[in-house]
Nanobody, 125 residues
Framework: QVQLLESGGGLVQTGGSLRLSCAAS????????MAWYRQAPGKQREFVAT???????TYLESVKGRFTIRRDNAKNTVDLQMDNLKPEDTAVYYC???????????????????WGQGTQVTVSS
């Protein structure tokens, strides 16, 4: 099985930056698609970004130009660089992964089998 552990969350001011990291561990040697989701209090979980094994990325429209997703296939890690943060970005951010590798971005939560516990990101105004 695979376990995911997020890190890097915290409290920042509007316009600040954070880098979230997700490390995978377990018996599966190679992961396929990886993604980031977020959920704000009282709101539904939403897709943020995903990246394929070959590096093709897909983003939520509201974070395009501000967030960058990266992965290291050798280490089975995925990062989310968040710049120019806004209060609307405040949420618990979750890392997700699946063993299936596609050549396009999969944005449905049901397409990811493994999930981390989440890391809190708070952006103050």
């Amino acid at each position: 099985q695979v376990q995911l552990l997020e890190s890097g969350g915290g409290l920042v001011q509007t316009g600040g930056s954070l880098r979230l990291s997700c490390a995978a561990s377990g018996s599966i040697r190679n992961l396929g698609n990886m993604a980031w989701y977020r959920q704000a209090p009282g709101k539904q979980r939403e897709f943020v970004a995903t990246i394929t094994v070959t590096g093709f990325s897909t983003y939520l429209e509201s974070v395009k130009g501000r967030f960058t997703i990266r992965r290291d296939n050798a280490k089975n890690t995925v990062d989310l660089q968040m710049d120019n943060l806004k209060p609307e970005d405040t949420a618990v951010y979750y890392c997700a992964a699946d063993v299936i590798a596609t050549n396009y971005g999969r944005v449905r939560a049901v397409d990811y089998e493994y999930w981390g516990q989440g890391t809190q990101v708070t952006v103050s105004s």
